[in-house]
């Protein structure tokens, strides 16, 4: 069974702080991707990464696939309240679909 | 698009009472999911479709749980009867396609399910 762990569960910062969110298994995913789910809304995707090693950057945001594509963090730098929400990184699994982790809640006070 | 419509958004309902949820992808998607979210097990998947065909229903809790899909734009999520334990909120999602690394969900707002 292929599985993601996300760590840290809940995280809590002031605005302005850099943060770093993981996502790690003990198998190998094609690809992975995170999403991002505000209070009452569904998860929206933010970055597909394919392969290992990739770094990708969206505004404040750095996505990085581990080089064994088991593992993916999510860097923030200089959080801002509108960074708050349930981080959600999910592999594309053995039969396409997409397997997702339990996310990390983040919440950042101005 | 208006993207994948979901309804109701809130829904309160008494235990043993049938509840049904409603899904519209988006048109031109051939994959649709049904999702049940919770603290303490996150985001499970509890059906998917392809071209209106269930491919894989092993996430379905028990038999309460039933899904449909009669067309292309339509989707339904019944349970009945229903439990307390079955409070949580739905989440429905459609793809383009399965499989093509740089495809992703699109979700549905959801709707939060309370059973008393």
């Known amino acids: 069974t292929q599985l993601l762990e996300q760590s840290p569960q809940f995280l809590s910062i002031q605005e302005g702080e850099n943060l770093t969110v993981y996502c790690n298994s003990s198998s190998v995913f094609s690809s992975l991707q995170w999403y991002r789910q505000e209070p009452g809304e569904g998860p929206v995707l933010l970055v597909t990464?394919?392969?290992?090693?990739e770094v990708k950057k969206l505004k404040r945001l750095t996505f990085q696939f581990g080089d064994a594509r088991k593992d993916s963090s999510l860097h923030i730098t200089a959080a801002q309240p509108g960074d708050t929400g349930l981080y959600l990184c999910?592999?594309?699994?053995?039969?396409?679909?997409?397997?997702f982790g339990k996310g990390t809640k983040l919440s950042v006070k101005p | 698009d208006a993207g994948v419509i979901q309804s109701p958004r809130h829904e309160v309902t008494e235990m043993g009472q049938e509840v049904t949820l409603r899904c519209k992808p988006i048109s031109g998607h051939d994959y649709l999911f049904w999702y049940r979210q919770t603290m303490m097990r996150g985001l499970e998947l509890l059906i998917y479709?392809?071209?209106?065909?269930?491919?894989?229903d092993s996430g379905m809790p028990e038999d309460r749980f039933s899904a449909k899909m009669p067309n292309a734009s339509f989707s339904t999520l019944k349970i009945q009867p229903s439990e307390p334990r079955d409070s949580a909120v739905y989440f429905c999602?459609?793809?383009?396609?399965?499989?093509?690394?740089?495809?992703?969900?699109?979700f549905g707002s959801g709707t939060r399910l309370t059973v008393v």
């Open positions: 999602a459609s793809s383009l396609l399965l499989g093509e690394s740089n495809y992703g969900y699109t």
């Open positions: 999910a592999g594309r699994g053995s039969q396409g679909n997409l397997i």
């Open positions: 479709f392809n071209n209106n065909v269930p491919i894989d």
């Open positions: 990464v394919v392969t290992g090693g």
